[in-house]
């Protein structure tokens, strides 16, 4: 399933920059960044579940939030791209 995650971290503190970053990489862990703070994950819902803990216990539920929006497994007529930034297929190639 395409699971895309959104997040907005409360950095004006140094504790919010250092959650930003851990929320950041631990979205990386699990798919690709589309924009700031936007991630597109295709992820079983077993990974989903222990990506969902991670993030929720490095988040602090008063300043911050997540959003998780689950476009299924039929994503591709749910997802349109248009301008700058090449899309990507997250089902494709992963060149390293």
Not at 12 to 38: D, H, M, P
Not at 42 to 54: G, H
Not at 67 to 92: D, F, T
Request: charged share 25%.
């Amino acid at each position: 399933m395409l699971m895309l995650i959104t997040y907005d971290v409360n950095t004006e503190t140094s504790e919010g920059k250092k959650r930003l970053r851990k929320i950041a990489k631990e979205c990386q862990n699990y798919g690709q960044r589309v924009q700031n703070s936007v991630f597109e994950c295709l992820i079983d819902p077993t990974q989903f579940a222990k990506l969902k803990y991670k993030l929720e216990s490095i988040m602090d539920l008063q300043t911050d939030s997540i959003r998780y929006y689950n476009l299924g497994s039929n994503w591709q007529n749910r997802v349109e791209h248009i301008g700058a930034k090449e899309s990507y297929n997250p089902e494709g190639f992963l060149f390293v």
